[in-house]
């Protein structure tokens, strides 16, 4: 069984193996496969230690070309911005870790976002390599995130999430929506729409649904709970939008608002607030709470 390389400050490497082409080293390889990174940076990488071998050995610019080696590489952003906001572990135990993220903190690396994780910041924080996240939740969305810190009992804990048999609930500020009878429930078909970030509802059987009641009728905007039965890409953020109720601060739905890199003047206005499942190990029940509040 093959070892995977070691984290480096909290981030996983990334795996490539090697394809068929007539390239001499691993360094040709590398340069045509990711155009987007200069020859120089892979240079750099490499005498830093951060372009490994399946042993963990160093690929250096003359390590030799061969199809099907898997080349383990640490994937870097150039001055990539400290995000200015905390997380905070509310649980942590010998098999689950659980983070109350902050605003614009992505969960994992994506993007320009490679170091400023909640996963790497964990990791950093804890020593603990093994953590994973049992699920996501947006970059721009504040709130619960439940981790694993066990391979040995992670799959017991991500089939709460597969066999929806965890309970996720989230509050939201939007427009008011006083032509609708409350509690109410959303349901459509969920489909990658243009750009590629963007999701749309479309024709076809229903592949999501959404529980949606009111917690406070305030001004302008109404507080709503809104609880995912399925768990499909930007769901609450879409349902919302076509019932007429864009949550506030939705740079996304109903359309593009093209903020610039770094503004965090105005948060997406939802939180993952609440988890609560029966603990598959011991059959005991857990719930967890956000102390985060949206203003209202």
């Known amino acids: 069984m093959r070892k995977r ?72 952003v150039a001055d990539e911005p400290r995000i200015p906001f905390e997380e905070v572990v509310l649980h942590a135990d010998e098999h689950l870790l659980v983070a109350d993220k902050p605003h614009f903190l992505p969960v994992t690396p994506s993007g320009a976002h490679v170091h400023e994780t909640l996963l790497g910041r964990l990791i950093r924080r804890t020593g603990n390599p093994d953590l994973v996240p049992l699920h996501r939740i947006d970059r721009e969305t ?47 078909r969920i489909a990658a729409g243009e750009p590629f970030f963007r999701m749309q509802e479309t024709q076809g059987p229903d592949n999501s649904e959404t529980r949606i009641d009111v917690i406070d009728r305030g001004e302008p905007d109404w507080r709503y709970a809104l609880e995912p039965v399925t768990g499909r890409k930007h769901q609450l953020r879409l349902h919302m939008a076509a019932l007429g109720a864009p949550i506030a601060n939705d740079r996304l739905y109903p359309s593009l608002d093209h903020r610039a890199a770094g503004d965090y003047s105005a948060p997406l206005q939802l939180l993952a607030k609440r988890l609560s499942f029966i603990d598959p190990l011991d059959g005991d029940p857990r719930s967890f709470c956000s102390g985060r509040q949206l203003p209202g």
């Open 142 to 188: 504040a709130g619960l995130v439940l981790f694993s810190t066990n391979p040995q009992s992670r799959a017991r804990y991500q089939a709460l999430f597969r066999e929806r048999r965890i309970r996720k609930q989230y509050e939201a500020m939007a427009p008011a929506l006083p032509g609708l009878r409350f509690p109410c429930v959303r349901t459509s």
């Open 5 to 76: 390389p070691p984290d480096l400050d909290g981030l996983a490497a990334s795996t490539l193996q090697l394809p068929p082409g007539d390239w001499t080293t691993v360094l040709d390889c590398l340069c045509d496969r990711f155009p987007a990174v200069p020859r120089p940076a892979w240079l750099d990488r490499m005498a830093r230690g951060r372009v490994l071998d399946d042993a963990g050995q160093w690929i250096g610019p003359d390590t030799p070309f061969n199809v099907g080696q898997e080349v383990h590489y640490f994937r870097e």
